[in-house]
């Protein structure tokens, strides 16, 4: 019977301690891999959308990047992974509003039905997701809302033109909620720092 015998050298490792640097790597490519195992559960618990949702998130995203959201419009196309329903941790986690929910750093954005059905246009989707970018930026929920309201004139979403679209009084109320500091402006309409129609006062 014939028996085989290895002299590789990987077969005298065990003999000689690990340098430090191996250590590292080797910790480093666990890590690695375990943040990969993770973002694959995560990716495979959820649905993706349907050809007609892709549809529409890719043309929300163009209106991005037609108006200068290009860092944002390059994250979201090639930096994310689109899903339809959550995911284990969304199933378990606090839901931060009724349109999307990104999971960070795992670049993975959950858009719900109201993103397709409650936004009235794409422009609102393009809000949205701005939002989100934010988030696969690493930015908190305070920095993300902040971001879009001061920003949200470049996308035409303005208070005259969707002032009475639900996507637009439900981000306004939770803009106040998490950024107070830019509703602080008493001589302003609204209170709102951003808003640029004045209170006009009757000097008679
Ligand atoms: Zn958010």
Redesign the pocket.
């Known amino acids: 019977m014939q028996t085989s015998q290895s002299h590789s050298p990987a077969h005298h490792r065990g003999t000689n301690p690990e340098s430090p640097l191996q250590v590292v790597l080797s910790s480093a490519l666990a890590a690695l891999l375990a943040l990969a195992a993770f973002h694959l559960s995560l990716v495979a618990s959820a649905l993706p959308p349907t050809p007609e949702q892709a549809v529409m998130v890719g043309r929300a995203i163009d209106i991005l990047d037609a108006k200068g959201f290009r860092t944002e419009a390059l994250l979201l196309r090639h930096g994310a992974t689109f899903r339809e329903t959550d995911n284990w941790l969304n199933a378990i986690a606090h839901k931060?509003n009724a349109f999307a929910a990104t999971n960070f750093p795992f670049g993975i954005v959950t858009v719900y039905s109201d993103f397709y059905r409650r936004a009235t246009d794409d422009t609102e989707r393009a809000v949205i997701l701005l939002?989100e970018a934010q988030?696969l930026m690493g930015k908190d929920?305070k920095a993300?809302y902040e971001y879009v309201w001061l920003h949200r004139a470049d996308l035409g979403w303005t208070q005259l033109a969707y002032g009475t679209s639900p996507t637009y009084v439900t981000i306004e109320q939770q803009t106040r909620e998490m950024a107070p500091a830019l509703f602080n402006c008493p001589s302003n309409l609204w209170s709102d720092c951003t808003e640029t129609l004045r209170v006009v006062r009757n000097e008679n």
């Open positions: 931060e939002h988030h929920e993300a």
